[in-house]
């Protein structure tokens, strides 16, 4: 939760129709954070400061700017049995690694606050002028009033146990760029063990191997030490040997993937999405490897020889599909194409042994069933002369019923990239290296999993 930051001046009276949107949200949040503070909430609360007065429009020391807004962190930690003591260093050294100009107050008065402190380093200081309730829960009132005091720009109010990930920096630097009082309210995710650990003093995040991470929108990065890093920018298109090199790096990904357990859906970055395909390639079921068929003809079976894209494909996470990925692995490596021929060598056996029917494989040493996918849902970027229809290729997806679409069957990546862009599937926004799709509907992207196995019968 949010509070403005008052430089210890007086509470601001609420403007009739002013902005003061801290003031406004403080007082209706303050008994349902303290109730959520009290169950030791997975709520974290960050709260802006605009310290102007009315009419003031200059900001000599603007937050957000060049220096960057100086954040004071406050978190009331519980003392043992109450609060897991790792759980809680684990927390504050991740405050600490947050980029900027970040100081951590504890507020509390038990020796196990000091004790932390005094491992953390002098950014880590401990207030204990906080009422605390007879059971020892801090005041919510009174840990608001210390944050209302300090000197700094933003405050945040954390539960002791949440760890921030050093987003939350460019979170708060974009609301300090506000002209209004803000307040944030952010509901973390619970779990029950973050795999991570900071290293090299504090400033990096690693994973149980040492390898390191970055978090990226929430979720963690890391540089896979088996891609080549000599990647050619423009002469690493279909038919180079750069090409071979590094889609290989993909099969081998996805399978260490499985293996941890994760159903895999591989969407090459040239696959444009008109809707969430997730659901309808899970519900092919198990033992079951869904491809996108790379078929040019219009009419005739979909699963010839090579004609596997494995720029598209839905792999569950179970022994035949990992069985069957080891061996396409194994394949890959001793081929000198690239690994889409394993692929189909593989699964589909040579000159297409395996075939069953018009659209299927069946691989005969794990039982895995190949579908290659209707090219009307998912069509390769051969199929039907669709990216060249003259009212375009949206409207002619639209009309085929398309969930995806390959910009493949191009050669070169500026023609690629042109064919793309021209066609206005280009959703993607350079400055903020994010997608511009609408993805809000979150239903559609809900997680699949299998319906519970009933055990009655
Ligand atoms: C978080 O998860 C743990 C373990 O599953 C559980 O004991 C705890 O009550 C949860 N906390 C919240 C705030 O949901
Ligand atoms: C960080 O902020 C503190 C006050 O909160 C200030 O004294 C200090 O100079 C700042 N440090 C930097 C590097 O800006
Ligand atoms: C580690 O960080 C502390 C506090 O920021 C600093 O005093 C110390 O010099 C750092 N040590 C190394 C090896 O960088
Ligand atoms: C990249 O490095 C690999 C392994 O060292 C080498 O075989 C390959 O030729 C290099 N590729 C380029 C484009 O330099
Ligand atoms: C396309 O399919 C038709 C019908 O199956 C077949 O007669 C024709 O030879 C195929 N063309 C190519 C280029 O494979
Ligand atoms: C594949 O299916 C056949 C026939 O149902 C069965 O005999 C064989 O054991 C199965 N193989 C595997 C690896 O499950
Ligand atoms: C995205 O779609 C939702 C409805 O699904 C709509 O409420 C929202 O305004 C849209 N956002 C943008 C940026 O278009
Ligand atoms: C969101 O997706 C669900 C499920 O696909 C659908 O029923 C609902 O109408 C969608 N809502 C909007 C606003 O698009």
Not at 28 to 50: H, Q, R
Not at 126 to 149: C, E, L, N, Y
Not at 165 to 187: G, M, Q
């Amino acid at each position: 939760m949010l509070v403005a930051s008052r430089h210890g001046a007086h509470p601001r009276r609420r403007r009739a129709g002013g902005n003061g949107v801290a003031d406004e949200l403080a007082l209706p949040l303050a008994g349902g954070l303290a109730l959520l503070l009290a169950f030791v909430t997975a709520a974290a609360v960050l709260s802006g400061g605009d310290r102007r007065e009315e009419g003031d429009r200059r900001r000599p020391d603007l937050p957000g700017g060049a220096a960057g807004p100086r954040v004071a962190i406050f978190s009331a930690p519980l003392p043992p049995p109450d609060s897991s003591p790792a759980r809680q260093e684990l927390a504050v050294r991740s405050w600490l690694a947050l980029p900027g100009n970040v100081s951590v107050v504890l507020l509390a008065a038990h020796p196990s606050a000091h004790a932390l402190a005094g491992r953390l380093g002098g950014r880590v200081t401990v207030d204990a002028a906080i009422d605390i309730s007879f059971t020892g829960t801090p005041f919510f009132h009174s840990i608001v009033a210390r944050a209302q005091a300090a000197d700094s720009d933003i405050c945040v109010l954390v539960d002791a146990e949440i760890i921030l990930l050093p987003e939350t920096i460019t979170l708060l630097k974009h609301f300090s760029r506000s002209d209004l009082d803000w307040l944030v309210f952010s509901a973390s995710r619970n779990i029950s063990a973050f795999p991570y650990h900071l290293v090299d003093n504090g400033t990096q995040w690693a994973d149980e191997h040492g390898k390191q991470v970055s978090f990226k929108k929430g979720m963690p990065v890391s540089r896979d030490t088996l891609s080549p890093n000599n990647v050619s920018f423009d002469d690493c298109h279909f038919g180079t040997q750069c090409f071979q090199q590094v889609t290989k790096v993909k099969s081998r990904i996805v399978l260490k993937i499985l293996r941890l357990g994760y159903n895999v859906l591989l969407s090459d970055v040239d696959v444009y999405w008109f809707h969430n395909p997730v659901s309808f390639l899970h519900s092919l079921g198990p033992g079951t490897f869904a491809a996108q068929s790379d078929e040019f003809n219009q009419t005739g079976p979909i699963n010839m020889p090579r004609r596997l894209n494995s720029g598209f494909y839905y792999a569950r996470s179970d022994d035949a599909t990992i069985t069957a990925m080891e061996m396409i692995v194994k394949h890959a490596t001793n081929s000198g194409l690239s690994e889409q021929p394993s692929f189909y060598d593989i699964l589909c056996g040579k000159d297409g042994a395996n075939r069953i029917g018009d659209d299927r494989c069946l691989e005969p040493s794990t039982n895995l069933t190949i579908v290659f996918l209707s090219r009307d849902m998912f069509p390769n970027g051969a199929y039907g002369g669709l990216w060249e229809k003259k009212h375009g290729v949206s409207s002619a997806c639209r009309e085929l019923g398309c969930v995806i679409i390959h910009n493949n069957w191009v050669n070169g990546r500026r023609k690629k990239l042109h064919r793309q862009m021209a066609s206005g599937l280009w959703d993607y926004d350079p400055g903020s290296r994010l997608c511009l799709q609408n993805w809000s509907n979150a239903s559609r992207f809900s997680v699949q999993t299998d319906d519970p196995v009933s055990y009655d019968s």
